[in-house]
């Protein structure tokens, strides 16, 4: 099959790609960029997606013909983004077939004698074209290629299910990491969580996909928080077609997920008595228990058989204190926090770490998927809080750092601009560095992850190690610093904004 269809393929043809666990999204075949290699051993075409600004470098066997599958996509895609995707399409092929049209009407102007003299023309250049050799990128699918996309068995074309490969997966031209390698030993020796998670997240989960694409649910999803994680989540529970009531505090982050078909609770208490899950994202451990607990919280809305997932950062003494009053009315809790930044919450690649009630981990799956990379089931309450709190009170160290390392490349007169590009050099190369790296250089701290929001983790993390008497010296130094900024009115800006800190001299 992926012989036949790649003999069938040719730069210029519009397509529906396949990338990951995204839907298919229309796109068309072109020229790769020069300096970008093709990945060994790859059967694969250079895709732009209509609608975005993404390219990738998609396999063959995630590719179908766009005009053959066109109708079979809109049924079982929705969503505005990808509806806009499809009018760019069709807008395309409506100024080509302009063009051609146009075209053709000034060529009724030009003599016979002419007319066989350009035929002659195109034919002897026809023929003289180097086999294989591509249209240019503009051009149109020819009929021929229809025609060969036609004569497979097309009821028997399905799209084949594809693994987490950080080759295809994330070899988006937007992002400016390169893709990643395990070593030998670390795949070799997984732990026990990892080999329980993966049997349960979601890769198992894509299992049950129809056509590759994410299976919604068919509970009804409530979600509470709208901030700048949360508001990513509920974005891509809508995309991927979840039934989604959303509330937020402040009435007016709603609207845009209105537009989009969400529905709208009044109170937290309405959103769980109306759901089957609900879950939510709060800035603290106070903001989560007051949502709860409060004046129609979700306390009010539990009875026997609802969910609730906190995917909020917690200390795990309020995760487990909110998991007692939960199960005490018969529901049922799962806490869930998530690795990752607004960015990564709008792109669907957060990683969910949660614990608790294993059923409903299970029952989340669709909603994890569409959330997430992956996601890891890490035993009883209060695992999944100690653990996000570690992987926060690395990242905060790792931020503070790095700004300190900038400001003391300016204050000895070295180029920072030197230092960022001799660090994407080595072994500290990462998106997260170059993000927060630029962000200082460039002077601009739009909040990606709050700095307050780090500040906070990295407090709770200390007071986690505290508790059983182990210091965290590094971490404390991290603190005092992300807390000076805090002072310099930094708290809604970034946490790389915590270099202000470290630049200012006593």
Same mark, same amino acid.
């Given at each position: 099959?992926?012989?036949? *269809? *790649? %003999?069938?393929?040719?730069?210029?043809?519009?397509?529906?790609? +396949?990338?990951?666990?995204?839907?298919?999204?229309?796109? =068309? !075949?072109?020229?790769?960029? =020069?300096?970008? =290699?093709?990945p060994r051993g790859r059967k694969c075409f250079f895709i732009k997606f209509f609608g975005t600004e993404d390219h990738a470098w998609i396999k063959v066997d995630q590719l179908k013909s766009y005009h053959l599958h066109k109708e079979e996509m809109i049924k079982f895609t929705k969503g505005k983004r990808f509806q806009q995707a499809v009018d760019a399409v069709e807008e395309f092929i409506k100024s080509k077939v302009s063009a051609l049209t146009s075209s053709e009407e000034k060529n009724k102007h030009i003599s016979s004698e002419d007319k066989r003299h350009n035929s002659s023309t195109d034919i002897s250049e026809h023929n003289t074209r180097k086999r294989g050799r591509p249209p240019k990128e503009d051009s149109l699918p020819e009929p021929s290629t229809v025609k060969r996309w036609d004569a497979n068995p097309i009821a028997a074309y399905k799209w084949k299910l594809v693994k987490d490969d950080p080759h295809f997966h994330h070899f988006l031209l937007s992002q400016s990491? +390169?893709?990643?390698?395990?070593?030998? #030993? #670390?795949? +070799?020796?997984?732990?026990?969580?990892?080999?329980?998670?993966?049997?349960?997240?979601?890769?198992? %989960?894509?299992?049950?996909?129809?056509?590759?694409? #994410? &299976?919604? *649910?068919d509970k009804r999803i409530g979600f509470l928080g709208l901030g700048l994680m949360g508001s990513g989540i509920v974005a891509n529970l809508l995309k991927m077609g979840h039934i989604v009531t959303v509330w937020n505090r402040t009435g007016e982050k709603c609207d845009p997920f209105l537009h989009e078909g969400a529905g709208l609770g009044r109170t937290p208490a309405e959103v769980v008595s109306t759901c089957d899950i609900t879950l939510s994202c709060i800035s603290d451990p106070k903001a989560a228990k007051d949502l709860v607990l409060g004046p129609s919280g979700v306390l009010q809305g539990i009875r026997p058989g609802k969910c609730y997932v906190d995917m909020s950062t917690l200390d795990p003494e309020t995760s487990t204190e909110i998991s007692q009053v939960i199960t005490s009315r018969g529901g049922r809790y799962l806490e869930a926090p998530v690795s990752g930044n607004r960015q990564l919450s709008e792109n669907g690649m957060l990683v969910i770490l949660a614990a608790g009630d294993k059923a409903l981990f299970d029952d989340c799956s669709s909603c994890f998927q569409a959330m997430g990379k992956k996601s890891f089931y890490l035993g009883e309450v209060g695992n999944a809080s100690k653990m996000m709190l570690i992987v926060n009170m690395i990242l905060g160290s790792f931020m503070a750092s790095v700004a300190e390392g900038f400001t003391l490349a300016k204050i000895v007169s070295q180029s920072?601009?030197?230092? /960022?590009? &001799?660090?994407?050099?080595?072994? $500290?190369?990462?998106?997260? $560095?170059?993000?927060?790296?630029?962000? &200082? /250089?460039?002077?601009?701290?739009?909040?990606?992850?709050? /700095? +307050?929001? &780090?500040? =906070?983790? $990295?407090? $709770?993390? !200390?007071?986690?190690?505290?508790?059983?008497?182990?210091?965290?010296?590094? %971490?404390?130094?991290?603190?005092e610093v992300f807390k000076k900024a805090k002072t310099l009115d930094q708290s809604e800006n970034d946490m790389s904004a915590v270099y202000l800190a470290c630049n200012q001299r006593p």
């Open positions: 099959m992926a012989a036949t *269809t *790649t %003999a069938s393929l040719r730069v210029g043809d519009l397509v529906w790609g +396949k990338l990951g666990r995204y839907p298919p999204w229309p796109g =068309k !075949i072109v020229n790769p960029p =020069k300096d970008l =290699k093709k990491e +390169k893709p990643g390698s395990c070593s030998a #030993i #670390i795949q +070799k020796l997984k732990t026990t969580a990892e080999e329980e998670a993966e049997s349960t997240s979601i890769q198992a %989960a894509d299992s049950t996909a129809t056509n590759g694409n #994410i &299976i919604p *649910t920072q601009d030197v230092l /960022l590009y &001799i660090l994407s050099q080595g072994p $500290l190369a990462c998106a997260f $560095l170059d993000q927060k790296c630029q962000s &200082i /250089l460039q002077g601009s701290f739009k909040p990606d992850f709050l /700095l +307050k929001h &780090i500040q =906070k983790d $990295l407090r $709770l993390a !200390i007071a986690m190690g505290d508790s059983v008497n182990h210091s965290t010296p590094v %971490a404390a130094a991290a603190n």
